[in-house]
């Protein structure tokens, strides 16, 4: 790699870097290029759930607007309006003018994270019992991932002897939503590895490529990393895991944490740097969303490394000489907003999955709305994200497929814990593991 700065793909020309040095008057020239059109309102998760203005974008950049310029004040009402959003960004797909409405919500959280009084009046300056055992994990297991793959075995010892399903039955965690989350672990493939920094690639080599880990895939989602890497070697590429990656910061960048988002980014920078590749590819889409929009806000270089979901770089390979054993089965492709919205990927999904001789491939109803996932909203406003998530159920049992595919881990454990509640066996999966599976039996 003769740079390492992360360049995206494709990412969209709406995301131009705001510089951190005066973010309000940033924010301010960009609200102003809204021309409050509506178009983006039927495309809004909270619009159409509440009819509201003020949850939809057109009416959240006002109320920035107005805060920012002092016409209105910041209070928990604006908080509220605020924190209801998604940052699917459904609206930057169909905005006429091409406004950046994902770094404008990002800039206003880290104005009210910045405003603690404000925090405090909204209820987020007391912590619960269920918030602080979040922010003990965020502190110590999101920022330092690594610590992810310490965890790893004693969870696959907790689902296999079904001590984890025993104690989610227990009435005293029945009320803790994030503990209550971790359901769908107990019907998960969990298979055991320890990474090294590189996998030789099998049979004519094409080059090199990195994969980027994350952080809580490192425990529920391995079958589909290591699908990756299947896959990956197969089609002649060397893959490279650098130890000292970490988390990409999405979580922190959707709470307002300016300074944490800065430090994951110089941390993942460092740790990529030097290796000679082609490429930094993520498995999880909201991962790649968040390294894509690092990279837009980066220093031009002279020779950049794409960040690409793996999806996409996997579409423009050639696929000559691998086979796919035959699947009878039928399968809905969800399709990840940030796969769809930001990194305008999801097309990708469908010539991939056609590669798999007998497969029924079906596009799941209603793909351009968010699944209420979205990071973890799902946790913060369950109201909302229960409402996105029922319409997605009922969008799955329409289809009724063998399996459900999403190329996002937190999209897939959402509706995989929907499923389960209704007492639906349907398997929940990404695209590569499908294919690494098939390609396994040839």
Not at 58 to 77: E, F, H, K, W
Not at 205 to 217: E, K, Q, S
Request: proline content about 5%; hydrophobic content about 45%; charged content about 15%.
């Amino acid at each position: 790699m003769k740079n390492s700065s992360f360049h995206p793909a494709n990412s969209t020309e709406n995301q131009q870097a705001l510089t951190p040095a005066d973010p309000s008057a940033e924010l301010l020239a960009e609200a102003n290029r809204c021309v409050a059109c509506g178009l983006c309102l039927p495309h809004c998760p909270t619009y159409r759930l509440t009819q509201s203005e003020a949850d939809s974008p057109r009416g959240r950049i006002a109320l920035m607007s107005g805060v920012t310029s002092a016409r209105i004040p910041m209070n928990a009402r604006y908080v509220q309006h605020m924190d209801r959003c998604l940052t699917c960004r459904a609206c930057e797909r169909v905005c006429p003018n091409s406004v950046a409405y994902g770094r404008l919500i990002d800039h206003a959280r880290t104005m009210i994270q910045a405003n603690v009084q404000v925090r405090v009046k909204d209820g987020g300056g007391g912590q619960s019992r269920q918030g602080r055992l979040r922010h003990f994990l965020e502190r110590a297991l999101i920022a330092h991932p690594a610590r992810f793959d310490m965890l790893r075995p004693f969870v696959r010892l907790m689902v296999k002897s079904r001590l984890l399903a025993m104690l989610l039955r227990l009435n005293i965690l029945k009320k803790h939503a994030l503990i209550q989350s971790q359901w769908f672990l107990t019907h998960r493939l969990l298979p055991g590895h320890f990474w090294r920094t590189s996998y030789p690639a099998k049979g004519q080599p094409r080059g090199a490529v990195a994969l980027f880990l994350g952080c809580v895939a490192r425990v529920i989602d391995m079958e589909t990393l290591l699908s990756a890497l299947t896959v990956l070697n197969r089609l002649g590429y060397t893959v490279h895991v650098p130890r000292a990656q970490t988390c990409c910061g999405a979580l922190y960048q959707h709470a307002g944490l300016a300074d944490e988002v800065a430090a994951l980014a110089r941390r993942n920078h460092q740790a990529f740097a030097g290796l000679d590749i082609q490429a930094i590819l993520s498995t999880a889409s909201g991962c790649g969303a968040q390294l894509a929009d690092v990279a837009a806000q980066s220093p031009a270089h002279a020779a950049a490394v794409p960040v690409m979901d793996i999806n996409q770089f996997l579409a423009g390979q050639d696929w000559s000489g691998i086979r796919f054993a035959p699947l009878q089965r039928k399968v809905a492709v969800h399709e990840a907003c940030t796969l769809r919205n930001v990194l305008r990927a999801s097309s990708h999904l469908y010539p991939l999955l056609a590669r798999v001789p007998g497969l029924e491939i079906q596009a799941l109803a209603g793909n351009d709305q968010c699944c209420g996932a979205a990071g973890t909203y799902y946790l913060d406003q369950p109201a909302f994200a229960n409402a996105l998530l029922d319409d997605k159920l009922q969008a799955i049992e329409q289809a009724d497929p063998d399996y459900l595919v999403t190329a996002n881990v937190g999209c897939a454990l959402h509706m995989a814990n929907g499923l389960m509640k209704k007492g639906r066996n349907i398997e929940v999966l990404h695209p590569v593991t499908l294919l690494a599976r098939q390609m396994r039996i040839q």
